[in-house]
């Protein structure tokens, strides 16, 4: 009885070593914001240029910027002024 219990024991330690040698990568998911450059144009306003990457399935939707322009696409990333 006691032998059943101890190889019982190791094969459950060997399925558990195999499930997580095996599991699959996880990629990174989310939005990832940069800040790329700030400007002070005037006494109270503040630009930022700022870099949205899309690590998700889903698609973003970014309309336009500040002067109400359309967002550029520039390689696979977003520059938008704000």
């Given at each position: 009885m006691r032998f059943v219990a101890i190889a019982a024991a190791v094969i459950g330690?060997?399925?558990?070593?195999?499930?997580l040698l095996v599991r699959p990568h996880s990629r990174p998911s989310g939005v990832e914001l940069r800040v790329a450059n700030l400007?002070?144009?005037?006494?109270?306003?503040?630009?930022?240029?700022?870099?949205?990457?899309n690590k998700t399935s889903r698609m973003l939707n970014?309309?336009?910027?500040?002067?109400?322009?359309?967002?550029?696409?520039v390689l696979s990333r977003l520059d938008i002024s704000i």
């Open positions: 330690l060997l399925l558990l070593a195999a499930l400007h002070r144009t005037t006494n109270s306003v503040l630009q930022a240029t700022v870099i949205l990457k970014v309309v336009n910027d500040s002067r109400r322009y359309a967002a550029q696409a």
